[in-house]
């Protein structure tokens, strides 16, 4: 008899060792950058660092949702930077703010959809499936803007600007977002019904059929989730820098989300990691991204290290048997 119980402490037990791994390695890392960075310490410099990682941060939570069902969405990139076109492009021709806001949120949660119809209906593998469309999400937000930026002309605050620029009890707005974000999916995943189906899912979904749990239906949630998260992460970006563009979803912010989620224990064949580790990763990313743009580093070498930061998540959590990379 097949046996489907995943007690979720068990699995926050077994991987509290790595969180304090990467904790002591973020700690280390913190350190090197306060003693070679004048700045780095500063309240404006973590001021700012946080509000910068909210919209990767709030991505790689639909991320971790999708990751530990077994699937993965590499679209979210080009999901957020058509998302930052749309909102601009509507705002500057006089669009309801709210109406912009639900529009993007719309289209974010429709290209949810068409994902998990790829990979979920159809069959097709996530990894393929999702780079299929986010060749063509990204092609689209080019065609809009003929590759070029879309300022947002704004003379006061409102709901849009507020995302990115407000502030609640002088806290930066993004900032409240970011947390409340964090203890409500990590109460989601760890304590709620739906939390457990998600783990085992990815642990094993043949099981998990036989068991009566609806896979399928897992998965297309988490897509559309996913979706959500990039087009609302495109708001917050746009609201921050005042312009919409395509490239606002480069390949860097990318590897950024995958690098935070892998730190964090995500494995690639489903099953494990949490919303606490993909905190601790997501900080890890942004803090050395942070201390070498303050220590002038080139930007190809902060490209360098993005993807040896991507190697190493990879080797330490990546190799479980029956990975997205399989179908």
């Given at each position: 008899m097949y046996k489907i119980k995943v007690k979720i402490g068990e699995i926050f037990a077994k991987e509290w060792g790595k969180r304090l791994i990467l904790l002591f390695f973020l700690i280390?890392?913190?350190?090197?950058?306060?003693?070679n960075a004048d700045k780095f310490l500063?309240?404006?410099?973590?001021?700012?660092?946080?509000?910068?990682l909210t919209p990767v941060g709030i991505i790689a939570v639909g991320m971790t949702f999708l990751l530990i069902s077994g699937e993965i969405d590499l679209s979210v990139g080009a999901n957020l930077g058509l998302s930052s076109v749309i909102v601009a492009s509507l705002y500057n021709n006089g669009v309801n703010t709210w109406i912009c806001i639900i529009a993007v949120l719309i289209v974010g949660l429709f290209i949810g959809i068409v994902n998990g119809l790829i990979v979920v209906k159809i069959g097709v593998n996530s990894f393929i499936g999702t780079i299929g469309t986010m060749s063509i999400i990204s092609g689209v937000a080019y065609v809009i803007t003929n590759g070029l930026a879309i300022p947002m002309f704004s003379d006061k605050i409102d709901a849009l600007t507020f995302l990115g620029l407000g502030t609640f009890f002088n806290i930066k707005f993004p900032i409240v977002i970011l947390i409340?974000?964090?203890?409500?999916?990590?109460?989601?995943?760890?304590?709620?019904?739906?939390?457990?189906?998600?783990?085992?899912?990815?642990?094993n979904e043949f099981v998990s059929r036989v068991f009566g749990i609806k896979v399928k239906k897992i998965k297309y949630i988490n897509y559309m989730f996913c979706g959500i998260t990039a087009s609302f992460s495109g708001l917050i970006v746009s609201s921050l820098t005042g312009v919409g563009m395509a490239q606002h979803g480069s390949f860097t912010f990318m590897l950024s989300i995958i690098s935070s989620v892998l730190?964090?224990?995500?494995?690639?064949?489903?099953?494990?990691?949490?919303?606490?580790?993909?905190?601790?990763g997501?900080?890890?990313?942004?803090?050395?991204y942070n201390g070498m743009v303050l220590l002038?580093?080139?930007y190809y070498y902060v490209?360098?290290?993005?993807?040896?930061?991507?190697?190493i998540a990879i080797m330490i959590y990546g190799t479980k048997t029956g990975s997205i990379f399989e179908r």
């Open positions: 280390l890392m913190i350190i090197f950058f306060s003693i500063s309240i404006k410099n973590w001021e700012l660092l946080v509000v910068n409340i974000f964090y203890l409500f999916s990590g109460i989601v995943l760890r304590y709620t019904l739906f939390g457990r189906r998600v783990y085992q899912t990815g642990a730190l964090g224990g995500i494995a690639l064949g489903g099953g494990k990691g949490s919303i606490l580790g993909t905190f601790i997501v900080f890890i990313v942004k803090v050395i002038n580093t080139p490209q360098i290290t993005g993807g040896a930061i991507l190697l």
